[in-house]
């Protein structure tokens, strides 16, 4: 076991929970993870290194999502509730618009937080990410 690799995922897992806070850091965590994977030799290090850039690519994907579905639902209704066109549909889509907004990416940063969290653990432990 490389204990520069151990210590390399290890920063990329505290990376990622700080991440969970402020997005841009994730971003520093993968590029580290992706420089890590050429390194490892040891195959339970390499399930956690995929673990990390999986982490990372499910983090943006949803966050990229969230982007798409904002603009694409919320400009039309605030469109229409300013154009005086307050129909009970577009308040409804609206409503149920920011509750989603809301659930999303709070479940996202506890996805990022606990995955994290998890599998530091268990890199401390010295054990795989099985189905990672």
């Known amino acids: 076991m490389s204990s520069k690799s151990v210590e390399n995922l290890r920063i990329v897992y505290i990376l990622y929970m700080v991440g969970a806070f402020v997005g841009a850091i994730m971003f520093v965590g993968v590029i580290l993870a992706y420089i890590e994977r050429g390194r490892i030799t040891d195959h339970w290090l390499e399930s ?7 982490i990372f690519w499910i983090w943006l994907v949803v966050l990229i999502v969230i982007t798409v579905g904002a603009f ?3 400009f039309p209704a605030v469109f229409a509730v300013s154009s005086g066109d307050i129909a009970v549909g577009v308040l409804a889509g609206l409503g149920v618009f920011i509750v989603i907004a809301m659930l999303i990416p709070l479940g996202l940063f506890l996805y990022v937080l606990i995955s994290s969290i998890q599998s530091l653990r268990r890199l401390d432990r010295g054990e795989w990410i099985e189905g990672f």
């Open 48 to 54: 956690h290194v995929e673990k990390q850039i999986r």
């Open 72 to 74: 694409a639902l919320f």
